[in-house]
Structure formats: C-alpha cells, structure tokens
C-alpha cells in the first residue's frame, strides 16, 4: 500500500505563492501518474492538475493555467505542485494522488491512493 503525504500548505495573501509537496512511500512511484486535486469548503474535490510518470505529459483545470505548475522527481518519490499569483478562490484542502500505471488523468474515481491533504487559506 502507497502513502502519501502532503506539506507546504499554509495561509498566505492573495498574489503570493506557495509549493505544495507530497512524498510517496513504496516504489511504484516512479512508475505512477500522478495528480493534484483540491476541495474548497462546502463543495466536491476537483480535479487541479496532473503529470505521467515521467513527466512527458501534464494537464490543468482551467481556472489554475498559467498559474500552478505540476511537476515530479522520482529520485526522490516526490511530486510538486507550485501556485503563484493566488487567488481567494484557490482556497481550499489539497490531496495528492497516485493511479498505478504510467499516465496522467484528470478523474478523481481513477486514482488508487490518496493523501491526507493540506489546507491552503488565501486571503484578499
């Protein structure tokens, strides 16, 4: 069984930036897509982002394009998230997760692991 854990949440005003990360236990890692999703309160988790095993492709929910980069180093069994320019909108708990097998997608339901999440709080 993969664990995942996320870091790097926090509070932080809006326009500012923050790196989200999230370490994966095991050795499928480096073999599994990975994916960003986020869950603001009060609504369902979305979909924020993801990234193939090796990085070869990446996609974005629209309202994060241009703003959040998805990325992964599996020498280290580490997936990245780097938001800048924040908004009050991208409030909300982040969890990363991990589908076995090689490509991104943009599914919550097709994932198989998931982590215990991380608050991001942005305030105008």
């Known amino acids: 069984q993969v664990q995942l854990v996320e870091s790097g949440g926090g509070l932080v005003q809006a326009g500012g930036s923050l790196r989200l990360s999230c370490a994966a236990s095991?050795?499928?890692?480096?073999?599994?897509?990975m994916g960003w999703f986020r869950q603001p309160p009060g609504k369902e988790r979305e979909f924020v982002a993801s990234?193939?095993?090796?990085?070869?492709?990446?996609y974005y929910a629209d309202p994060v394009k241009g703003r959040f980069a998805i990325s992964r180093d599996n020498a280290k069994n580490t997936a990245y998230l780097q938001m800048n320019n924040l908004k009050p909108e991208d409030t909300a708990v982040y969890y990363c997760?991990?589908?076995?097998?090689?490509?991104?997608?943009?599914?919550?339901?097709?994932?198989?692991?998931w982590g215990q999440g991380t608050q991001v709080t942005v305030s105008s």
């Open positions: 997760a991990l589908k076995v097998g090689n490509v991104a997608v943009t599914t919550t339901r097709s994932y198989d692991s």
């Open positions: 095991g050795r499928t890692f480096s073999t599994a897509g």
């Open positions: 990234i193939s095993s090796r990085s070869s492709v990446t």
